[in-house]
C-alpha cells in the first residue's frame, strides 16, 4: 500500500513523511546490501522529516513485493539472514537474548502474562525463552517465512498468518526489529485492537540518527522506516501508546557500521540463480561478523580493526548506540 506519496515541487522530489504527514525532500539515493534486491525493492530514495526526526524510502513497495520479497528471497541461501537448521538453537542463550530477558524482567511480571504474539517472530527465541520461565504462557506469531514456521511450530507457537480474522487478545507483543521493515506505520493501529487493556508492546529497531550516522552507512537495505527516539516519542503519542520506557542499546553505531561492510563485502554479488557455495575469501569474511558478534559484551574495536579486550560500551555515548529498544503500553 502507498501511504508515501511523491510529487515534485521545483523540481525537488518530496514525499509525504508517514508520521506527521510533512513534505520531506530527499536526502540521499538508498543503498543496498545485496545489489539484486533493487528487483523486488525497487529504485528508492531516503527523506528526512525535520519535524518528527524520521527517515523514511520513497517510493515505498508495495505489499505484494514486500510480501513476494520476505516469503521467497529473504532467508535465502547464501543471504545474510539465511537460517542454517542445524545450528540455529546454538545462538538461543546468546547476550543479546539475555539482555532482552533482563529488560523484560524490569518492567513486566511474567506471572501476568497469558499471551504473547511475536509479530515478524523469526525463530522466536524470546517468546521461546519466556515460556521456559513460565510455562503457562501461550505462543502465538505472525511470520510468512516457509522455513521459520517450522522452526516456530515446534517451538510451541501457532502461527496466526494475519492479525485479522481472529479474536484473541493479547497480554505482551514483541516486534524485534521489525517495524523498520514495514511500508507503513499501521501495525501500531492493529496492535491496539489485539492487545488487551494495559496490554505491553516490546520492541527493538535500529537507531538512525540523521545528522551523525546516516553519511557513513554501508547500506539500507531492506529497511525502509529510520527510526530515532524523537520520533518514536511522537509515534506513540499520536497512537495513543504510553512510553514505559524507551532506552539506546547495543553497540556503538560506528562499530556497527564495520559489521555492516563486511556484511556487503560477503553478500553485494549474490544473485536468485546462483545459489553458490562461499569462495575461500568470502568463507573468511563470513566469519568476521561471528567473531565481533561473539565478543558482544567485553570488546570494543578501534578504528583499525584491532580488537581491543576493555568493556564495549564503556566509551559509547548512549545516543550513539546502534538500537532503540523499548516497551510501549496500549
Ligand atoms: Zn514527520
Known amino acids: 500500500m502507498f501511504l508515501v506519496l511523491l510529487i515534485y515541487v521545483n523540481n525537488v522530489m518530496v514525499a509525504t513523511c508517514p508520521i506527521c504527514s510533512y513534505k520531506a525532500d530527499k536526502n540521499f539515493e538508498y543503498r543496498y546490501n545485496i545489489k539484486e ?75 501476568e502474562i497469558e499471551n504473547i504474539l511475536d509479530f515478524g517472530a523469526g525463530t522466536g527465541d524470546l517468546g521461546f525463552l519466556l515460556k521456559k520461565i513460565n510455562p503457562s504462557i501461550k505462543l502465538y506469531c505472525i511470520e510468512n517465512d516457509k522455513k521459520t514456521i517450522s522452526i516456530l511450530e515446534n517451538r510451541g507457537y501457532q502461527n496466526l498468518k494475519s492479525l485479522d480474522n481472529h479474536s484473541i487478545k493479547f497480554d505482551l507483543i514483541i516486534s524485534l526489529h521489525c517495524f523498520e521493515h514495514l511500508n507503513s506505520l499501521k501495525i501500531f493501529e492493529k496492535f491496539k485492537l489485539i492487545g488487551k487493556n494495559r496490554s505491553k508492546i516490546f520492541f527493538e529497531v535500529p537507531n538512525c540518527p540523521f545528522n551523525d550516522s546516516f553519511i557513513d552507512r554501508p547500506y539500507d537495505s531492506p529497511h525502509l522506516l529510520f527510526f530515532t527516539k524523537r520520533s518514536l516519542l511522537k509515534i506513540a503519542k499520536d497512537f495513543k501508546l504510553n512510553v514505559i520506557n524507551l532506552s539506546f542499546k547495543d553497540i556503538e553505531y560506528n562499530v556497527d557500521f564495520l559489521e555492516m561492510k563486511s556484511s556487503k563485502e560477503l553478500y553485494e554479488n549474490w544473485h ?18 561471528k567473531i565481533i558478534r561473539n565478543s558482544y559484551d567485553a570488546v570494543m574495536l578501534s578504528n583499525n580493526l584491532k580488537i581491543q579486550t576493555t568493556l564495549r560500551y564503556k566509551a559509547v555515548e548512549l545516543n550513539k548506540r546502534s538500537c532503540i529498544r523499548g516497551i510501549l503500553e496500549i
Open 37 to 111: 534486491d533493487i528487483k523486488y525493492l525497487k529504485v528508492l530514495n531516503i527523506h528526512y522529516c525535520q519535524k518528527c526526526d524520521f527517515s523514511f524510502a520513497s517510493p515505498m513497495p508495495t505489499e505484494k513485493n514486500l510480501d513476494n520479497y520476505y516469503n521467497n528471497i529473504y532467508r535465502s541461501k547464501g543471504r545474510p539472514h539465511y537460517i542454517n537448521l542445524k545450528k540455529f538453537h546454538k545462538t538461543l542463550i546468546s547476550p543479546k537474548n539475555l539482555s532482552y530477558l533482563e529488560y523484560i524482567d524490569t518492567f513486566l511480571n511474567l506471572n
Open 272 to 289: 536468485e540463480k546462483n545459489k553458490r557455495k562461499l569462495s575461500i575469501k568470502e568463507f573468511i569474511l563470513s566469519l568476521t561478523p
